[in-house]
């Protein structure tokens, strides 16, 4: 089974901490992902990469940054956490093989801040 | 832009009732659709979907495509409680460019299944 692991289940932070988000997944998928999900907008891309070191814009990626240095972990950064970035986070991970792109989540961390 | 409409957001049933979820997109290159079902945690993938007029099947739940129309729907029979759950659909695009891979979601359609 495709297990996407991500750091912490819930986290509270201040406004102006930069905040860490760390994901992992054992399956050696090609594609990683960062999403936020918001009561009625869906699922949102912050970032994707495709290969380690690798990264390119998602839908809305003002105020964040990432990070992968390696092909099993893609780091979700907050510079500078504000308060309209309280959301629940997503990370998933996919093979690049057409025939076997599909996204596998991570179970989610609501982030607070206050 | 890629775009996907779901509806209903949300919807109330009883248990044994049937139930059919919709899926509407606008996709510049189209490759395949995905349903998702997501509980207080990780969705979980249920469909994928690339030709249309086949209808995928598990237990009671199906789905087909249709890409004249340019939709999917979900159905589930005899709902149980367990069915109660955030489903989401998202449309991948075709290979080429650094877009592949990237899902395009709904804003999802909460499902309530009382006893």
């Known amino acids: 089974d495709v297990k996407v692991t991500q750091s912490s289940r819930y986290l509270v932070k201040r406004t102006g901490e930069k905040v860490f988000l760390e994901c992992v997944q054992d399956m050696d998928h090609e594609n990683m992902f960062w999403y936020r999900q918001d009561p009625g907008l869906g699922l949102r891309l912050i970032y994707f990469s495709y290969d380690v070191k690798m990264k390119e814009k998602g839908d809305i990626p003002e105020g964040y940054s990432v990070s992968r240095e390696k092909k099993e972990r893609f780091s979700l950064i907050l510079e500078s956490a504000s308060t309209n970035q309280t959301s629940m986070y997503l990370c998933?991970?996919?093979?690049?093989?057409?025939?076997?792109?599909?996204?596998?989540f991570g179970a989610g961390t609501r982030l607070s801040v206050l | 832009e890629d775009k996907v409409v779901q509806s209903p957001l949300s919807l109330v049933v009883h248990e044994g009732d049937t139930v059919t979820l919709n899926c509407s997109y606008e996709?510049?290159?189209?490759?395949?659709l995905l349903w998702y079902k997501q509980e207080k945690k990780a969705p979980t993938f249920l469909f994928m979907l690339t030709s249309s007029g086949i209808e995928k099947k598990s237990g009671r739940l199906s789905s087909i495509l249709d890409k004249k129309e340019l939709f999917s729907i979900l159905n589930i029979t005899a709902t149980q409680t367990g069915d109660s759950a955030v489903y989401l659909c998202a449309v991948l695009p075709n290979a080429g460019g650094t877009s592949y891979g990237k899902l395009t979601f709904g804003q999802g359609t909460i499902l309530t299944v009382h006893p």
């Open positions: 998933a991970s996919s093979l690049l093989s057409v025939a076997k792109n599909i996204q596998y």
């Open positions: 996709v510049t290159n189209f490759r395949s």
